[in-house]
Protein backbone atom coordinates (compact mmCIF):
# COMPACT_ATOMS: atom_id res chain seq x y z
CA UNK A 1 0.00 0.00 0.00
CA UNK A 2 1.74 3.02 -0.93
CA UNK A 3 2.91 5.57 2.08
CA UNK A 4 0.66 8.13 0.63
CA UNK A 5 -3.04 6.04 1.51
CA UNK A 6 -1.76 4.87 4.49
CA UNK A 7 -1.34 8.39 5.90
CA UNK A 8 -4.92 9.14 4.67
CA UNK A 9 -6.13 6.47 6.55
CA UNK A 10 -4.00 7.38 9.70
CA UNK A 11 -5.33 11.00 9.35
CA UNK A 12 -9.23 10.16 9.37
CA UNK A 13 -8.82 7.78 12.11
CA UNK A 14 -7.61 10.56 14.38
CA UNK A 15 -9.88 12.84 13.48
CA UNK A 16 -12.29 9.97 14.25
CA UNK A 17 -10.98 9.35 17.82
CA UNK A 18 -10.02 13.13 18.23
CA UNK A 19 -12.70 14.64 20.12
CA UNK A 20 -13.74 12.21 22.53
CA UNK A 21 -9.71 11.64 23.61
CA UNK A 22 -9.75 15.30 24.09
CA UNK A 23 -13.17 15.24 26.40
CA UNK A 24 -11.53 12.60 28.47
CA UNK A 25 -8.22 14.45 28.58
CA UNK A 26 -9.71 17.31 30.00
CA UNK A 27 -12.15 15.36 32.30
CA UNK A 28 -8.86 13.90 33.71
CA UNK A 29 -7.19 17.24 34.08
CA UNK A 30 -10.30 18.67 36.02
CA UNK A 31 -9.88 15.53 38.17
CA UNK A 32 -5.91 16.06 38.83
CA UNK A 33 -6.46 19.78 39.38
CA UNK A 34 -9.04 18.77 42.34
CA UNK A 35 -6.59 16.09 43.73
CA UNK A 36 -4.21 18.17 43.97
CA UNK A 37 -6.12 20.81 45.84
CA UNK A 38 -7.30 17.85 48.48
CA UNK A 39 -3.98 16.70 48.70
CA UNK A 40 -2.99 20.16 49.92
CA UNK A 41 -6.02 20.34 51.88
CA UNK A 42 -4.90 16.96 54.19
CA UNK A 43 -1.14 18.12 54.64
CA UNK A 44 -2.94 21.27 56.39
CA UNK A 45 -5.50 19.60 58.63
CA UNK A 46 -2.83 16.99 60.05
CA UNK A 47 -2.11 17.94 63.61
CA UNK A 48 0.07 21.19 63.85
CA UNK A 49 -0.89 22.52 60.10
CA UNK A 50 -2.18 25.78 59.46
CA UNK A 51 -5.85 25.21 59.13
CA UNK A 52 -8.02 22.75 60.74
CA UNK A 53 -11.34 23.46 58.94
CA UNK A 54 -12.98 20.63 56.89
CA UNK A 55 -13.41 21.11 53.19
CA UNK A 56 -17.23 19.87 51.72
CA UNK A 57 -15.47 18.95 48.37
CA UNK A 58 -14.25 16.15 50.36
CA UNK A 59 -17.05 14.94 52.35
CA UNK A 60 -18.70 12.94 49.79
CA UNK A 61 -16.86 9.95 51.52
CA UNK A 62 -18.33 8.31 54.60
CA UNK A 63 -17.15 9.68 57.89
CA UNK A 64 -14.65 8.21 59.77
CA UNK A 65 -15.46 6.73 62.90
CA UNK A 66 -13.88 4.35 65.44
CA UNK A 67 -15.72 1.12 65.06
CA UNK A 68 -14.71 0.00 62.01
CA UNK A 69 -17.53 -1.99 61.96
CA UNK A 70 -19.70 0.80 61.27
CA UNK A 71 -18.10 1.50 58.33
CA UNK A 72 -18.30 -2.43 56.88
CA UNK A 73 -21.88 -2.79 57.60
CA UNK A 74 -22.44 0.72 55.32
CA UNK A 75 -24.45 -1.01 52.17
CA UNK A 76 -26.14 1.53 50.31
CA UNK A 77 -23.76 4.34 48.04
CA UNK A 78 -25.91 6.19 45.96
CA UNK A 79 -29.38 7.12 46.80
CA UNK A 80 -31.97 8.32 44.36
CA UNK A 81 -35.06 10.30 45.15
CA UNK A 82 -37.54 11.74 43.04
CA UNK A 83 -35.20 12.17 40.12
CA UNK A 84 -36.13 14.37 36.92
CA UNK A 85 -34.13 15.30 33.84
CA UNK A 86 -35.03 17.83 31.28
CA UNK A 87 -33.17 18.49 27.77
CA UNK A 88 -34.43 21.89 26.96
CA UNK A 89 -38.64 23.06 27.45
CA UNK A 90 -40.13 19.55 25.95
CA UNK A 91 -37.64 16.57 25.86
CA UNK A 92 -38.66 14.92 29.86
CA UNK A 93 -35.82 12.30 29.55
CA UNK A 94 -35.79 10.90 33.59
CA UNK A 95 -39.71 10.66 35.29
CA UNK A 96 -39.79 10.35 39.32
CA UNK A 97 -37.10 7.89 39.40
CA UNK A 98 -36.00 6.28 42.83
CA UNK A 99 -33.49 3.62 43.23
CA UNK A 100 -31.11 2.68 46.02
CA UNK A 101 -27.53 1.87 44.70
CA UNK A 102 -25.73 -0.83 47.00
CA UNK A 103 -21.57 -0.86 48.01
CA UNK A 104 -19.37 -3.14 46.03
CA UNK A 105 -22.46 -4.66 44.19
CA UNK A 106 -22.60 -4.86 40.28
CA UNK A 107 -26.01 -2.81 39.39
CA UNK A 108 -27.08 -3.17 35.99
CA UNK A 109 -29.84 -0.63 34.03
CA UNK A 110 -31.50 -2.16 30.81
CA UNK A 111 -34.04 -0.84 28.13
CA UNK A 112 -34.83 -0.19 24.72
CA UNK A 113 -32.39 2.64 23.18
CA UNK A 114 -33.49 5.85 24.69
CA UNK A 115 -35.23 4.92 27.12
CA UNK A 116 -33.13 6.89 29.53
CA UNK A 117 -30.41 4.20 30.82
CA UNK A 118 -27.28 6.40 29.82
CA UNK A 119 -28.79 9.61 31.04
CA UNK A 120 -29.24 8.20 34.35
CA UNK A 121 -25.52 7.18 34.62
CA UNK A 122 -24.37 10.36 33.93
CA UNK A 123 -26.31 11.66 36.75
CA UNK A 124 -23.82 9.87 39.28
CA UNK A 125 -20.95 11.63 38.19
CA UNK A 126 -22.81 15.44 37.18
CA UNK A 127 -21.93 14.52 33.38
CA UNK A 128 -25.10 16.02 32.47
CA UNK A 129 -23.72 19.61 33.75
CA UNK A 130 -21.73 19.69 30.78
CA UNK A 131 -24.66 19.36 28.57
CA UNK A 132 -26.41 23.10 27.49
CA UNK A 133 -30.14 23.61 28.55
CA UNK A 134 -29.87 20.11 30.50
CA UNK A 135 -31.73 20.55 33.80
CA UNK A 136 -31.41 17.76 36.62
CA UNK A 137 -34.67 18.09 39.43
CA UNK A 138 -35.11 15.41 43.17
CA UNK A 139 -32.09 14.31 45.05
CA UNK A 140 -28.86 12.45 44.50
CA UNK A 141 -26.72 11.46 47.74
CA UNK A 142 -23.30 9.46 47.92
CA UNK A 143 -23.07 8.45 51.50
CA UNK A 144 -25.67 10.50 52.45
CA UNK A 145 -24.48 14.35 51.02
CA UNK A 146 -26.82 15.80 48.09
CA UNK A 147 -24.07 15.70 45.16
CA UNK A 148 -25.73 18.51 43.07
CA UNK A 149 -25.58 20.97 45.97
CA UNK A 150 -24.31 23.94 45.11
CA UNK A 151 -21.02 23.38 47.53
CA UNK A 152 -20.04 20.52 46.14
CA UNK A 153 -17.55 20.36 43.25
CA UNK A 154 -18.61 18.14 40.48
CA UNK A 155 -14.46 17.75 39.63
CA UNK A 156 -14.35 16.52 43.27
CA UNK A 157 -17.40 14.04 42.75
CA UNK A 158 -15.64 12.85 39.74
CA UNK A 159 -12.42 12.00 41.42
CA UNK A 160 -14.70 9.62 43.52
CA UNK A 161 -17.07 8.31 40.42
CA UNK A 162 -15.10 7.10 37.68
CA UNK A 163 -16.67 6.66 34.32
CA UNK A 164 -15.62 4.32 31.38
CA UNK A 165 -17.06 5.30 27.85
CA UNK A 166 -18.83 2.89 25.30
CA UNK A 167 -15.59 3.55 23.28
CA UNK A 168 -12.49 2.75 23.95
CA UNK A 169 -10.47 5.84 24.35
CA UNK A 170 -6.74 5.22 25.22
CA UNK A 171 -4.42 8.40 24.98
CA UNK A 172 -1.81 8.30 21.97
CA UNK A 173 1.30 7.55 24.65
CA UNK A 174 2.44 4.25 25.93
CA UNK A 175 0.99 2.27 27.94
CA UNK A 176 2.49 2.88 30.39
CA UNK A 177 2.30 6.82 30.54
CA UNK A 178 -1.46 6.23 30.13
CA UNK A 179 -1.55 4.47 33.18
CA UNK A 180 0.69 7.56 34.64
CA UNK A 181 -1.26 10.26 33.51
CA UNK A 182 -3.34 10.86 36.48
CA UNK A 183 -0.58 10.28 39.06
CA UNK A 184 1.73 12.17 36.96
CA UNK A 185 -0.79 15.32 37.25
CA UNK A 186 -1.00 14.53 41.13
CA UNK A 187 2.75 15.59 41.67
CA UNK A 188 3.99 11.85 41.92
CA UNK A 189 7.33 12.11 40.19
CA UNK A 190 9.02 8.89 41.73
CA UNK A 191 9.62 5.97 39.91
CA UNK A 192 9.50 3.30 41.95
CA UNK A 193 6.15 4.71 42.95
CA UNK A 194 5.13 4.98 39.75
CA UNK A 195 5.91 1.63 38.66
CA UNK A 196 4.10 0.30 41.28
CA UNK A 197 0.53 2.38 40.73
CA UNK A 198 0.88 0.93 36.92
CA UNK A 199 1.83 -2.83 38.24
CA UNK A 200 -1.14 -2.78 40.45
CA UNK A 201 -3.83 -0.89 38.12
CA UNK A 202 -2.85 -3.06 35.18
CA UNK A 203 -3.52 -6.17 37.69
CA UNK A 204 -6.52 -5.32 38.52
CA UNK A 205 -7.72 -4.49 35.20
CA UNK A 206 -6.29 -7.95 34.38
CA UNK A 207 -4.03 -6.75 31.88
CA UNK A 208 -0.70 -7.19 33.45
CA UNK A 209 0.40 -10.05 31.44
CA UNK A 210 -0.60 -9.14 28.30
CA UNK A 211 1.49 -6.00 28.57
CA UNK A 212 4.41 -6.26 31.62
CA UNK A 213 6.72 -6.64 28.75
CA UNK A 214 5.97 -3.99 26.10
CA UNK A 215 4.66 -1.40 28.71
CA UNK A 216 6.60 1.46 26.44
CA UNK A 217 4.73 0.39 23.79
CA UNK A 218 1.86 2.63 21.63
CA UNK A 219 -1.38 1.90 23.56
CA UNK A 220 -3.26 2.57 20.32
CA UNK A 221 -1.33 -0.82 19.62
CA UNK A 222 -3.69 -2.94 21.66
CA UNK A 223 -6.57 -4.72 20.23
CA UNK A 224 -10.42 -3.02 21.22
CA UNK A 225 -10.56 -5.34 23.97
CA UNK A 226 -7.08 -4.66 25.22
CA UNK A 227 -7.93 -1.28 25.27
CA UNK A 228 -10.82 -1.10 26.88
CA UNK A 229 -8.97 -2.61 30.00
CA UNK A 230 -6.52 -0.32 29.86
CA UNK A 231 -9.04 2.51 30.12
CA UNK A 232 -10.39 0.85 32.98
CA UNK A 233 -6.90 0.66 34.47
CA UNK A 234 -6.03 4.13 33.59
CA UNK A 235 -9.40 5.16 36.01
CA UNK A 236 -8.86 2.27 38.89
CA UNK A 237 -4.84 4.56 38.83
CA UNK A 238 -7.03 7.49 40.84
CA UNK A 239 -8.61 5.28 43.51
CA UNK A 240 -12.37 6.11 42.71
CA UNK A 241 -15.12 4.60 44.82
CA UNK A 242 -17.48 3.72 42.22
CA UNK A 243 -16.78 2.64 38.41
CA UNK A 244 -19.40 3.87 36.20
CA UNK A 245 -19.46 1.93 32.61
CA UNK A 246 -21.38 2.96 29.93
CA UNK A 247 -21.89 -0.17 27.44
CA UNK A 248 -18.36 -0.96 27.83
CA UNK A 249 -18.43 -4.40 25.60
CA UNK A 250 -20.62 -3.25 22.95
CA UNK A 251 -18.04 -2.72 20.43
CA UNK A 252 -15.85 -5.76 21.31
CA UNK A 253 -16.05 -9.55 20.10
CA UNK A 254 -17.07 -12.21 22.16
CA UNK A 255 -14.29 -13.25 23.66
CA UNK A 256 -12.98 -9.45 24.52
CA UNK A 257 -16.70 -9.24 25.96
CA UNK A 258 -16.34 -11.99 28.27
CA UNK A 259 -13.15 -11.21 29.57
CA UNK A 260 -14.44 -7.66 30.49
CA UNK A 261 -17.08 -9.31 32.16
CA UNK A 262 -14.83 -11.74 34.19
CA UNK A 263 -12.84 -8.21 35.08
CA UNK A 264 -16.04 -6.87 36.38
CA UNK A 265 -16.83 -9.54 38.74
CA UNK A 266 -13.31 -9.52 39.90
CA UNK A 267 -13.77 -5.32 40.66
CA UNK A 268 -16.76 -5.48 42.53
CA UNK A 269 -14.76 -6.88 45.15
CA UNK A 270 -13.32 -3.12 45.48
CA UNK A 271 -15.35 -1.37 43.51
CA UNK A 272 -19.18 -0.24 43.36
CA UNK A 273 -20.10 -0.32 39.72
CA UNK A 274 -23.27 0.71 37.48
CA UNK A 275 -23.41 -0.74 34.20
CA UNK A 276 -25.69 0.30 31.34
CA UNK A 277 -26.12 -2.74 28.59
CA UNK A 278 -28.43 -3.06 25.78
CA UNK A 279 -27.22 -6.76 26.59
CA UNK A 280 -29.73 -8.64 28.93
CA UNK A 281 -28.12 -11.99 28.61
CA UNK A 282 -24.61 -10.03 29.92
CA UNK A 283 -26.81 -8.21 33.07
CA UNK A 284 -28.08 -11.62 33.57
CA UNK A 285 -24.63 -12.59 33.85
CA UNK A 286 -22.55 -9.79 35.91
CA UNK A 287 -25.53 -8.27 37.64
CA UNK A 288 -26.57 -8.14 41.41
CA UNK A 289 -29.32 -5.98 40.84
CA UNK A 290 -30.91 -4.77 37.71
CA UNK A 291 -33.41 -1.81 37.07
CA UNK A 292 -35.66 -2.04 34.19
CA UNK A 293 -36.45 1.53 32.35
CA UNK A 294 -38.42 1.96 29.80
CA UNK A 295 -39.72 5.81 28.45
CA UNK A 296 -37.85 7.49 31.03
CA UNK A 297 -39.12 5.57 33.85
CA UNK A 298 -37.33 2.87 35.98
CA UNK A 299 -40.31 0.25 35.54
CA UNK A 300 -38.72 -2.46 38.14
CA UNK A 301 -35.93 -2.78 39.96
CA UNK A 302 -34.96 -5.58 42.33
CA UNK A 303 -32.19 -8.42 42.39
CA UNK A 304 -31.42 -10.03 39.28
CA UNK A 305 -32.74 -13.34 39.28
CA UNK A 306 -35.77 -11.58 40.33
CA UNK A 307 -35.89 -9.44 36.85
CA UNK A 308 -35.16 -12.39 35.05
CA UNK A 309 -37.19 -14.96 36.28
CA UNK A 310 -40.07 -13.78 38.35
CA UNK A 311 -40.75 -9.98 37.27
CA UNK A 312 -43.34 -7.97 39.05
CA UNK A 313 -44.41 -5.91 36.24
CA UNK A 314 -45.68 -7.21 33.08
CA UNK A 315 -43.72 -4.70 30.99
CA UNK A 316 -40.16 -5.52 32.28
CA UNK A 317 -41.46 -9.66 31.83
CA UNK A 318 -42.30 -8.43 28.26
CA UNK A 319 -38.94 -7.30 27.69
CA UNK A 320 -36.68 -9.95 29.18
CA UNK A 321 -38.79 -12.37 27.23
CA UNK A 322 -38.45 -10.41 23.74
CA UNK A 323 -41.31 -9.91 23.00
CA UNK A 324 -40.52 -6.43 22.34
CA UNK A 325 -37.24 -3.83 22.60
Same mark, same amino acid.
Given at each position: ????????????? #????????????????????? *??????????? *????????????????????????????????????????????????????????????????????????????????????????????????????????????????????????????????????????????????? *????? @???? *?????????? @? !?????????????????????????????????????????????? !???? @????????????????????????? #?????????????? @?????? #????????????????????
Amino acid at each position: MPKFTILLILLAL #VKIGLCHIFVTYKLYSGLIKF *KILENMRELKN *KPGGRNQSSSRLVNITPAIVNNQNDVEDFSECFAVEDLNLYYGTSNHALVDINISIRKKCVTSFIGASGCGKSSLLRCFNRLNDMIPECRVEGRITLHGTDINDPSIDAVALRSKVGMVFQKPNPFPKSIYDNIAFGPRLLAIKK *KRILD @EIVE *KSLISAGLWK @E !TKDRLQRNALELSGGQQQRLVIARAIALDPEVLLLDEPTSSLDPIS !TLTI @EQLISELKKEFTIIIVTHNMQQAAR #VSDFTGFMHMGALV @EMNSTD #VIFTNPRERKTEDYVTGRYG
